[in-house]
Every structure is written in C-alpha cells, then in structure tokens.
C-alpha cells in the first residue's frame, strides 16, 4: 500500500483474545496495530490517543459497554471506523449499533481472512455486516425493516401521517424527486417535511433517518 499502512486499535476484555489477534493482524503488511485496550472507557482514550483508522470494539465490555463507547466517539466526531466484534449478536442490536456509527459488524466465529476482508472494505468507505459488504445501507435497512416484529408500543415522536409516510419512502430509498411524485407534491413541499421530521427526530441526514426509524419501529410492516 504504498508504505502507508491501516492503523488499528483492539479493544477487548479477554487478553488472550487480543493477543491472539493482534498477531494475526500484524501478519499483513498494511496493517499496524498502534494500541490495545482491555474495557470500553480505554477504547475511548485509545481512540483519542491514537486517532486510528480502525477500532475493533467487542460489543460486550467492562465499565462501558461497545454500545456506549460508540456513542462517546460519535459524540467526538472522530473520523476512526469502528468494526463491532460479537460472539452474539441480535438484529435490533445491529440496526442501533449502526445508528451509533459502527462500520462493522463480524462475529467472532468468522475465519481470519474475514475480519481482514471487512476491515479493507470499511476502510474503503463501505460497511461490512456479518459475512459480506454493504453496498447500499438503504436496500440492507428496507430488507431488515421487513424482518422487524411489530413492537408493543411505539411513541410517533409526534410525526404526522403525512410524515410517516414520508419516513417510509425514506427508508425505501426514495429520492426528494420521486417522494414528490408519489404522494403529487412538489420537490420544495417534500423538503419542508423533511426538514420539520428531522427536527421531531433529532437527526440530521437521510442514512441517520433510515436508520432512526427502523431502531424505533416506525415504520409498519
């Protein structure tokens, strides 16, 4: 790689697992592992210490847990791609750790060649959920909204009809354009909707949307 190498962290509780693995990765030689930590709140400062390209966060951890830690990083607006490694791992799970701004996602069970897969394709720029790259998240998240078992009880987040129904071409992938022609409106009345909903919601991009509505279930099967 032009003698510029993929600065990884690993964070995980287990010693021997991060040994292990930070073995394998400096195996590769475009990859350099610049710190390990051994619970949540140490990813963090490592991340901050090191700025790396990389964080390969486990998802269970002591003192702050993988979820939180990617909350305290989005909310630093670091520009380290972050890869969840699980032994387990729910749906829901996955749709609120991508919320969060996980790249990644691959199981620990995964063959070596895998996680190496998936760390160059999120530093492509793409995500990487379990066992193949993510292409387009808008076509991942409409597959798994179809997959999502109606909740109990959902708060609207104060969202009109006319809204929700706009939240869901969203989540399909729709552009302003074709939104507008759907429902007869025009392009500047879709983005005056978009506007008030990205308020209601407290979000501040489309993906951000898509994704926000799917972890809340609102949108109906």
């Not at 702050?64 to 380290?80: F, H, K, V, W, Y």
């Amino acid at each position: 790689m032009d003698g510029k190498k993929i600065r990884l962290v690993i964070a995980d509780d287990h010693t021997i697992f991060r040994d292990g693995l930070r073995r394998l990765l400096d195996l590769e030689d475009d990859f350099e592992v610049v710190g390990e930590a051994a619970d949540g709140a140490e990813a963090v400062a490592m991340v901050r210490q090191h700025q790396p390209a990389i964080l390969l966060l486990d998802l269970a951890m002591p003192k702050m847990p993988g979820l939180e830690a990617l909350r305290e990083l989005s909310q630093q607006n670091s520009n380290t791609r972050c890869i969840l490694l699980t032994a387990a791992i729910e749906r829901r799970q996955i749709i609120e750790a991508l919320h969060v701004g996980a790249r990644g996602i691959v199981m620990k069970e995964s063959a070596t060649q895998l996680l190496l897969k998936a760390i160059r394709t999120v530093v492509a720029g793409l995500y990487w959920v379990g066992r193949e790259p993510v292409t387009d998240m808008m076509m991942y998240l409409r597959e798994q909204s179809t997959l999502q078992v109606p909740s109990k009880a959902r708060s609207s987040f104060g969202l009109t009809r006319r809204e929700t129904e706009i939240l869901a071409t969203i989540v399909a992938g729709l552009s302003n354009k074709e939104i507008a022609q759907k429902f007869t409106l025009s392009e500047d009345t879709v983005k005056h909707h978009l506007t008030n909903i990205f308020d209601k919601v407290g979000v501040s991009s489309r993906l951000e949307l898509a994704l926000f509505a799917i972890n809340n279930r609102l949108i109906e099967n």
